[in-house]
């Protein structure tokens, strides 16, 4: 299936789910149970992703950053506004594909700032924000590998990360056209990673933005490639939890703040074309799906005359 039918078919979907409950109200005495511990404690819980370059990631000195963090960063000045509380301190809690919805559903963090898809299937245990960034499920290969598609890898072992929507493509995948491959499974993309570039299997599968990322940030750019017709569609927002409108809707008037000041694109192109913080450069211009998804957020006078 080419790129842009899987893309495109799927954003119609992707604004039903990232933008669930966006018009909620917020009427009603008191603050949404996480707004309210909020408040208590002064502090907002920011879970983040140590290798989901250009997302969330570490600097040199070991730090969380990132392109979603800095999202999240303006959702806490949001939250900031709407519990009178405009100095809330940022408690950075690491998290990892395997446990960070637990980390949402068992009241560790606050927001998940990291590079998650928003689905059907997780729809029904936590909440998204809009859409942030559009990605899917690619193969990293050695750059000598002869390998150009799934197909190519019958009977062999291919890695993906535990957790991730890509597992289950590739589980898909396989169910569907018994290509006979032995799927073994990364703890997290590092790791993931890092059984490539051990010559312990024979390909990658996880989202194309962060197989790109982590080529970048090894600067392996020489060593391996991204190959293959998209097996999935993934729609990223940032995390957090459910039934809580009030929530939900200080996210939104982040994001539309963010939109209406026409900082979406700026902010996209600081993590996506420009140098990174570590030096790397990733050289992913905006796609046309989440320019406009972007313009959709813009509230402002001008964009409605």
Sequence with gaps: MRPSTVLSGGLLLAA????????????????????????????????????????????????????????CEAIVEEIGAEV?????????????????????LQNKIDLECGSTTANSERGKRVAFSPLMFVAGTKLMVPKASSVQSLADLKGKTIVVTKGTTNEQAIQAAEKKSSL??????????????????????DAFATDDILLSGLIVRHKAQDKFRVTGDYLSYDPYG???????????????RAFRKLGSNHDLVPLYNKWFTARLPTGERMNVPISLQLEEAFKAMDDSASANN
């Excluded at 009178?84 to 949402?104: E, F, G, H, M, Q």
């Excluded at 940032?238 to 939104?252: A, D």
């Design 16 to 71: 039903c789910l990232l933008a669930t409950a966006a018009s909620a109200q917020t009427g009603g005495e008191g603050l949404s149970p996480t707004l309210s511990a909020v408040k208590a404690t002064h502090t907002v819980r920011l879970g983040y992703r140590e290798s989901s370059p250009p997302f969330s990631f570490l600097d040199q000195a070991g730090r969380p950053i990132g392109y979603s963090l800095e999202l």
């Design 238 to 252: 940032i995390m957090f939890r459910k039934g809580e409108p009030q929530l939900t809707s200080v996210v939104e």
């Design 84 to 104: 009178d509380d405009p100095n809330l301190k940022i408690d950075y809690v690491k998290v990892t594909s395997d446990d960070r919805i637990d980390a949402v």
């Design 180 to 201: 006979g491959l032995n799927i073994v499974v990364g703890a997290d993309h590092e790791q993931s990673y890092q059984m490539l570039a051990d010559g312990k299997v």
